[in-house]
């Protein structure tokens, strides 16, 4: 493909609650043995897309780990890469990444010694499947500069999470605006792009000229009326998971069979990091229904409509229903877990009881696994 990725994934986000304390929002753990970040790899790798460039910040230690070969996603070319970029001090520049924009600037070398003609830039918080070859197609088509990725917003009520757009019959964009907190449209960005490289540097230059930093709200909103921005509009499955609830409602979606079958069945693959853990073992005792179960889990009670994550041990005569339970967590005998996502590597009580009784409720337990 004639061009080459840029994924952001350093942002941080408040509505993640404790989920954010330890990670990037790119690294959390998605569908039992993925993270967010390798459906927009997969996505690059699949498209053909063989140079493509992480931007990384906050919480960045696990991602960078997940990160640390770029050959799971078949990147690991003599032609392009992976590459990881985090916030460098240097002679000009000592800050933090400021935004978006700032973030892409400040590894601007980057786009000046590629040679790829276009750049395709995605969030790392995406979770869905796209060939971006057909966007990169109607990108050429539209003789557009910049075209932006959209999706109809089904639930009214979450439009204020994102960018909000109104298009023409053209597909070309007349209004963006970024967050509302109360909109007429449902069409909404997905944080996916594509524009020429030698545009996005002249864009990214006059932006850090004019000490702005953010590429939604100084880049897009701001050229809209100047830039030919155009919206490609998809209709097959993508969420965002900025929130704890949207990561619960994510990870619960893959209960469904048809979106099972989507990611796990049809091609092309969703690519990760492969752990070598032994097959998940069900006890005598154990009922398992309606559940993701991942490799290295042992189960010995009871669980319903739930998501467990890798190396999950579940004691004798637990329930665990509608739950989330994250990488390597111990629940002890006879504990009841409901409408909660637990955070990785806790160890639950034995005789314990945490319910989500108004949405999902977050367990943090840091109890001490073996008494000495």
């Known amino acids: 493909m004639r061009a080459l990725g840029i994924i952001l994934a350093g942002g941080n986000n408040n509505r993640m609650r404790e989920l954010s304390n330890k990670r990037a929002i790119a690294a959390m753990p998605v569908a039992g043995s993925y993270r967010a970040i390798d459906f927009a790899l997969s996505n690059m790798a699949n498209s053909h897309i063989q140079k493509v460039a992480v931007l990384t910040q906050y919480n960045a230690r696990s991602l960078n780990e997940h990160l640390s070969s770029s050959k799971w996603w078949d990147f690991g070319r003599k032609q392009g890469g992976l590459f990881v970029f985090t916030p460098t001090i240097t ?153 704890a609830e949207a990561y619960y409602r994510t990870n619960m979606a893959f209960l469904e069979p048809g979106i099972r079958n989507y990611f796990f069945r049809q091609e092309p693959a969703v690519k990760t990091k492969i752990d070598d853990l032994p097959p998940a073992k069900y006890n005598a005792g154990a009922s398992v229904k309606n559940s993701l179960v991942a490799s290295g889990c042992i189960i010995n009670g009871t669980v319903e409509n739930s998501v467990l994550f890798k190396g999950v041990f579940v004691g004798n005569n637990c329930v665990i229903r509608n739950s989330v339970i994250l990488n390597d967590v111990y629940i002890g005998d006879n504990t009841h877990i409901e409408n909660c996502i637990v955070e990785s590597r806790d160890t639950i009580r034995a005789d314990s009881d945490y319910r989500g009784e108004d949405g999902v409720r977050i367990v943090v337990e840091k109890n001490d696994r073996y008494v000495i």
């Open 91 to 243: 002679k000009e520049n000592s800050l933090w990444y400021q935004g978006t924009a700032d973030a892409i600037y400040q590894n601007i070398t980057f786009l000046k010694n590629s040679h790829e003609p276009y750049v395709v830039i995605a969030s790392g918080d995406g979770i869905y499947k796209l060939d971006y070859n057909k966007v990169l197609e109607f990108h050429i088509a539209k003789r557009a500069d910049i075209t932006v990725v959209c999706t109809e917003c089904r639930d009214q009520s979450e439009v204020e999470r994102f960018g909000v757009i109104r298009m023409n019959d053209d597909c070309r964009i007349e209004e963006f605006e970024e967050k509302p907190i109360i909109s007429s449209y449902n069409t909404v960005s997905t944080g996916i792009y594509v524009i020429r490289r030698r545009q996005l540097i002249e864009l990214l230059e006059r932006a850090a000229q004019e000490d702005r930093h953010d590429f939604v709200n100084d880049i897009l909103i701001r050229y809209k009326n100047l830039k030919r921005i155009y919206g490609y509009k998809i209709d097959s499955y993508w969420s965002n998971i900025s929130t």
